[in-house]
């Protein structure tokens, strides 16, 4: 089983500053890893797939980066509905398992 | 537009079952494997179990292989998830999801449009 650690568990930050997310697999995971955003009451939300793809409709302050065991969630200027919980997410394709890190909480400072 | 809706959720006891069901519309829902995925009331994400679009590859996360069995029917564009033995630490809302991956592939990946969940509450 494939288990993703996620960094920091919080992240106190103010609206225009960038924000930095890591997630760290237990083994190598390629580049199939992706990032959802959830707010609270809210369905988690895909961000980014395959590493570095954004999916529809999501801004470009958004990036994903890195590859093998060590990604990056990356708000290049973080606006007031950005603050929100972050997941990471891999998929392996033997045995067929998704799993899902601990979360990073953004949070205003 | 995409939508899905989750239903069947309620408050059961210990060692009892409950069949959760998600409804698809604005895709082609036999062209998508599915997922379940929950969520303990604030805490963080766990995958349950996925589907592929002509139910050939199923899979369970170990802690509900099983007690509990995931099924499609496509000509009603449904999900479904059997719930048999509930313990009280499967207390969480449950999502379901929309895989992204489309076409005859039996490959699962991620989750391109979520359910608004359902809460299953197991409790005495």
């Given at each position: 089983e494939i288990v993703l650690t996620q960094s920091p568990a919080t992240l106190s930050l103010s609206p225009g500053e960038g924000a930095i997310l890591s997630c760290t697999a237990?083994?190598?995971?390629?580049?199939s890893l992706a990032w959802y955003q959830q707010k609270p009451g809210q369905a988690p939300r895909l961000l980014i797939?395959?590493?570095?793809k954004r999916a529809?409709?999501?801004?470009?302050?958004f990036s994903g980066s890195g590859s093998g065991t060590g990604f990056t969630l990356t708000i290049s200027s973080l606006e007031p509905e950005d603050f929100a919980v972050y997941y990471c997410q891999q998929v392996n394709n033997w045995p067929p398992a998704l799993s899902f890190g601990g979360g990073t909480k953004v949070e205003i400072k | 537009e995409v939508k899905l809706v989750e239903s069947g959720g309620g408050l059961v006891q210990p060692g009892r079952s409950l069949r959760l069901s998600c409804s698809a519309s604005?895709?082609?829902?036999?062209d998508h494997g599915m997922h379940w995925v929950r969520q303990p009331p604030g805490k963080g994400l766990e995958w349950v179990a996925s589907i592929s679009w002509n139910s050939g590859n199923i899979a369970y996360a170990e802690s509900v292989k099983g007690r509990f069995t995931v099924s499609r029917d496509n000509a009603e564009k449904s999900l479904y998830l059997q719930m048999d033995s509930?313990?009280?630490?499967?207390?969480a809302f449950y999502y379901c999801g929309k895989d992204i991956g489309v076409g005859a592939t039996t490959r699962f990946a991620y989750l391109d449009y979520w359910g608004q969940g359902t809460l299953v509450s197991v409790s005495s």
């Open positions: 237990s083994q190598s995971v390629g580049s797939y395959d590493a570095s529809t409709g999501i801004p470009a302050r | 604005g895709f082609t829902f036999d509930l313990r009280s630490e499967d207390t």
